[in-house]
Structures are given as C-alpha cells and as structure tokens.
C-alpha cells in the first residue's frame, strides 16, 4: 500500500507547455508539501497546504500553482514551463503541521523541459 | 554561516567501517534535528530524530553539539546497504514552521 503516491513518475515536455503533477496521500495527514530538488540536489520547499489551506507559499513563480481539492490531495499545476523547471518534484505528508513532524514523501516525478 | 551545511563527499569507506558526517546550522534557537536519507533516484525517509541528549538506534548514533552549532551521523559496521545520500534538517529560522534539508552527504560502502 503506497502511503504518499504521485503522477506522473516521468514528464518530458516542451517549453512553453503547460502541466499538472497529482499527489495522494493515504495516510491521513493532515499537512502536505511540494519539494523541488535540482540537479545539485538540493531540496528545497515550494508549498505547504494544512487542512486545505496553504500555509507556506515560498518565492515560488506564481506559474506553478498548487490546488488541494481535499486533506488527501495536493496537486501542482505549472503553466508556461521553462527550462530551469526541470528537476525532481517531490510531495511529502505529515501528521500535523509542525517542523518536528516526520515527513513522508512520494516517489518524486522527474521532470524534464526540453 | 548558510542555514544548513553538509560535506557533499563521496564518503568511500569499506564494509565493515566506522564512518561520521557533520552538519553545521545556523540557527542557534534549533531544537530539533533530524536525519534523512536518499537513495540514488528515489524520495527521501526519515533515519532519526536528533535530539540534546543524541540518538541512537542499532549501528547509527546522532549526536547534537549545540556549543559549535552541528549535528553528526556516526555509522558502525558499515554495510553495502548503507551507500545513499545522507540529508541533514534543521528548523528553518525564518519564522514558518518549516524546515531546510541540506544538500546531503554521499556515502558508497565498497565491498
């Protein structure tokens, strides 16, 4: 049983395209995050939603805008993708919206902008 | 001092060997640490909590040194299976409730 999912796994797509990146969590959390990790593979945090409602919104473009239709999905709608987007997208889980909380994270989508 | 800060390596040890990774932090008010880990191509799992007093569990023991502000990994015995990217996290210090993950440091156990 996949505790936090994610799809796609792979997204290969041209600049200037629009794309959505889903994420499910079975966990009953109720906080979920959006990570992006560069090719230096720093991780760094994009969006955090408690509850529905999003709590941290780093400087991310506002291309990228996220949407949790309910505590148990989060998902990542980037619109005009350029080439530096291309990373690895993670989505992550944790009980409470609270730093010492473990976080679970899915699998990650590659993302590559050609 | 950056928020968080790793040695990237690699970390070449052989099996069966002690190896130790430091992470410095810049925010002196930190209580929590935590340490992650990341195989190649994968997502990211909790390994341990840090906490004042160290941590220890099995073969890993972390340990908290607040006067010079880092926080260390010591791995025992190592195994092949322990080759992965080791990530530190520390509490953010700009007032969310959030944290930033270091930029990891690699270990490869060689046979």
């Known amino acids: 049983d996949t505790a936090v999912s994610q799809t796609p796994k792979y997204l290969v797509t041209q600049m200037g395209n629009d794309k959505s990146i889903k994420c499910e969590q079975n966990l009953g959390h109720d906080t979920m995050y959006w990570y992006k990790q560069d090719s230096k593979k720093f991780l760094k945090i994009m969006f955090s939603y408690n509850n529905k409602e999003l709590i941290i919104n780093e400087t991310v473009p506002n291309r990228f805008s996220p949407k949790s239709p309910d505590k148990a999905h989060l998902n990542l709608h980037i619109n005009s993708l350029e080439l530096g987007d291309s990373a690895v997208y993670f989505c992550a889980s944790s009980q409470v919206f609270d730093y010492t909380d473990t976080q679970y994270f899915g699998p990650g989508t590659r993302l590559t902008v050609l | 001092r950056k928020e968080v800060e790793q040695d990237p390596g690699p970390f070449n040890v052989p099996e069966g060997a002690t190896v130790a990774f430091n992470c410095t932090y810049s925010?002196?008010?930190?209580?929590?640490f935590f340490w992650y880990r990341q195989d190649c191509r994968k997502e990211p799992k909790l390994l341990m909590s840090v906490y004042s007093s160290g941590n220890e569990d099995g073969r890993f023991t972390a340990q908290l040194n607040r006067a010079s502000q880092y926080i260390s990994l010591l791995i025992r015995d190592s195994k092949l299976s322990d080759s992965a990217t080791y990530l530190c996290v520390v509490p953010n210090s700009g007032g969310y409730q959030k944290v930033t993950f270091g930029t990891g440091t690699k270990l490869q156990v060689i046979p």
């Open positions: 925010n002196s008010a930190s209580q929590s």
